[in-house]
């Protein structure tokens, strides 16, 4: 189980994260939602063990993820700004991705790439921003991870990518116990594919649910509930648009 | 082992260096053969010296001080960028595997290089009917632990920084500031304490980084040296890529005081530079204010080029005046090391023994057999107990340290047009109670005189009478 415990991080003495706890389980699609600035992608490379906590702790099966190669070697982020070795093809990236990733598959590599449609000789920079996403994408499922953690997944897919996308998400975890968490500021993008929601708000999550538990709670749908709770924790702007307009 | 080394990483940092790798290795090969071809052909096989390839060696010189830095920026470049640091950190290997492995993946290209352009080039002249492999070996001597000491100054900026300029600054300052100091040191020193013998002060070693040209430095002794001071770089330059956190990439420096750091020793380096160009122009007020606007300027620039925010030139002023404490400071030091030294003026009884380890080269004795004797005192450094000579060394020594600017009348040119300068002998003196101190001091006078008769020079030499009792110890007379 992926858990933050006490969780903190600051930048330049602005807090990302406060006190955050929460728990990942196995096996789940679990959607991470939030405002800009909410702390998602810290959250993602806190458990991707890029980052060391400030304070609290980030675990996988309780050990601390931050220069934990084990742990690392099972965990892969797909961040929302990508980057590729200049000039590399996708077979470039491949052959590095082999060589950090011990379970990286090439069979799998091989049947991805067929599948997105890519040419794996060609430079990765002549690649539209949607085929980028889906040559980083591809990447992380070849290294066949215990956990993938994507960073505003669909941002620059087309609606037919998304669609595969979603099917390869459904079926990792369901054939393969795949645990993905997903983070995006849109909540219709996650609303179809994940099992389990976290909202977070400036650095705080503000709830943490099984989707059955929120539909419950929700007679008008998981973002009515959502926007509820951002502006029941200060996060509305009809008074200052009001205010833009009578000046 | 895994921890500070991954096999499959190091093949990774070969990879990305192939373009870079090529491209510098191919100019210095290039050179390897050319070199060797046009001195051959120019000059003729008879007539080129016995050291050919002190012109290949200028070339491989080159290469050590420009390639360490340029394949390690282009291998270490993920430090400076968020999304490429973000990248290599997620990797699943620890920091110091990966600091590893890509250090020595840059070590590798650049000493297989420079191997190979010696090898190239001493097999050209070797074709060509010169033999230079004896030098060769020696050239190598300088070459791999400059080449090594260049890497590891390189990382260890990189290391430090988070953007390409701030780490070239820290690169500047550690190659130039360490000598420069040194120098300093040791002139300020000297001048104070001219008994002292210039190059004396720090006796340590050699930095072959720095002469790495030429083989005149290659010693085991140097060699150590210098791959000590990468030793200590490299380990320092782990410490720190192990510790920096992965978000400081495209920072200036990994935190506030490294960038202070860097700030304050810029400003000293510019300020020393400026007392030592124009500190013998202009007068001390008018260098107060040249080194106060260049150094300012610079700072400046330094804090825009780095940071890029105007609110931080805030810190410039600041910054100045903690590189004038600085300069302050090291001037207070040098003073009292100086006047520290200067005190030891022992009596003669105080002397236990004292032993030759160098004499000018006018100290040339009358006899075969006083030359063996004199050079057997000097190569066996013997220790001499002679109460009459310990007396006569005092007494020698109270004279130079009662006349402070004999150490720079030595060089004054006015000296020279007197045509006359002063013979010293080296002598390192033991005390009774163990303490030691090597002090250079004067022996004799040469006096250089052109007889209008018969249009020759001349040279008179006279001996004191310490140069005089030297005579049983070997002969002095010419």
Redesign the interface.
């Known amino acids: 189980m992926l858990r933050a415990t006490n969780l903190s991080k600051h930048?330049d003495g602005t807090a990302a994260l406060h006190d955050l706890n929460c728990s990942i389980p196995e096996g789940v699609v679990y959607g991470l939602v939030g405002s800009n600035g909410a702390g998602k992608s810290t959250l993602l490379?806190l458990a991707?063990?890029?980052?060391?906590p400030g304070t609290g702790q980030m675990t996988l099966d309780d050990a601390a993820i931050f220069?934990n190669?084990?742990?690392?070697?099972r965990i892969?982020?797909v961040?929302d700004?990508?980057?590729f070795?200049s000039q590399s093809s996708l077979n470039r990236m491949a052959?590095?991705y082999a060589?950090?990733?011990?379970h990286f598959s090439r069979p799998r590599y091989e049947a991805l790439v067929k599948l997105f449609q890519l040419d794996p000789n060609k430079a990765i920079r002549t690649f539209s921003k949607g085929m980028k996403r889906q040559s980083a994408i591809l990447l992380a499922l070849a290294c066949e991870p215990r956990y993938l953690l994507l960073d505003e997944a669909f941002d620059g897919l087309d609606p037919l990518m998304r669609d595969v996308v979603r099917k390869i998400i459904a079926r990792d975890v369901s054939e393969r116990g795949t645990t993905i968490v997903i983070s995006s500021h849109s909540l219709r993008e996650l609303e179809d594919t994940c099992d389990n929601f976290a909202l977070l708000h400036k650095g705080s999550l503000l709830f943490e649910n099984p989707k059955a538990d929120l539909l419950q709670q929700a007679p008008d749908g998981l973002e009515a509930l959502f926007v509820q709770k951002l502006e029941a924790a200060g996060y509305r702007f009809d008074d200052a648009l009001e205010e833009v307009y009578a000046a | 082992m895994k921890n500070f080394f991954s096999l499959k990483l190091y093949k990774e940092g070969l990879s990305q260096l192939r373009l870079m790798g090529f491209l510098t290795s191919f100019a210095l090969i290039a050179a390897a053969v050319v070199v060797p071809v046009i001195a051959v052909l120019t000059f003729g096989v008879r007539s080129i010296d016995t050291d050919a390839l002190a012109t290949v060696t200028l070339f491989i010189f080159a290469y050590a001080w420009v390639a360490p830095l340029v394949l390690s920026f282009t291998l270490f470049s993920f430090l400076n960028s968020r999304r490429k640091s973000d990248f290599y950190h997620a990797l699943p290997v620890k920091r110091t595997a990966l600091f590893g492995s890509f250090t020595a993946a840059v070590l590798t290209w650049t000493i297989i290089t420079a191997l190979l352009a010696l090898i190239v080039s001493t097999a050209v002249y070797a074709s060509l009917g010169v033999m230079v492999l004896t030098s060769a070996l020696t050239y190598l001597g300088a070459i791999l632990p400059a080449i090594i000491f260049a890497t590891s100054a390189a990382v260890f900026a990189q290391a430090l920084s988070g953007t390409r300029f701030t780490s070239i600054v820290i690169y500047v300052l550690f190659i130039a500031l360490p000598p420069l100091l040194k120098a300093l040191f040791a002139e300020g020193v000297t001048s104070s304490v001219p008994s002292i013998p210039p190059g004396e002060v720090f006796q340590l070693g050699t930095n072959l980084f720095y002469t790495a040209y030429s083989w005149v430095d290659v010693s085991v002794q140097n060699i150590l040296y210098t791959l000590a001071y990468a030793a200590v770089f490299f380990a320092a330059a782990a410490v720190f890529f192990l510790r920096r956190r992965s978000e400081v990439a495209g920072s200036s420096a990994i935190s506030a005081w490294v960038q202070w750091l860097c700030r304050i020793a810029l400003g000293f380096l510019t300020l020393v530079f400026l007392y030592f160009a124009y500190s013998f122009i202009f007068g001390a007020a008018q260098w107060v204010i040249v080194s106060a606007v260049v150094t300012t300027l610079v700072l400046l620039a330094f804090e825009l080029i780095s940071t890029r925010r105007i609110k931080n030139i805030v810190n410039v002023l600041p910054a100045l005046a903690a590189s004038a404490l600085s300069l302050v400071a090291f001037i207070t030091l040098v003073w009292g090391v100086a006047h520290f030294e200067a005190r030891f003026s022992p009596q003669p009884s105080q002397i236990q023994s004292f032993t030759i380890s160098n004499v000018d080269e006018f100290m040339m004795p009358a006899t075969d057999q006083q030359m063996a004797r004199l050079l057997q005192f000097q190569r066996d450094k013997t220790p001499i107990s002679d109460d009459q000579l310990a007396q006569l060394l005092v007494a020698q020594l109270d004279e130079v340290n009662q006349t402070p600017s004999w150490g720079i009348v030595r060089w004054d040119s006015s000296n020279f047009d007197n045509g006359s300068w002063t013979i010293t002998t080296d002598f390192n003196i033991t005390l009774q109670n163990g303490q030691t101190k090597l002090r250079r001091i004067p022996v004799g006078t040469v006096t250089d005189s052109f007889s209008d008769d018969d249009m020759n020079w001349s040279q008179d030499v006279s001996f004191n009478a310490l140069g005089e009792a030297l005579a049983h110890y070997g002969g002095v007379r010419p």
Request: glycine letters at 4%.
């Open positions: 930048f490379r991707a063990g890029i980052f060391a220069e190669t084990a742990a690392k070697e892969i982020l961040p700004e990508l980057y070795l052959q590095l060589r950090c990733f011990p």
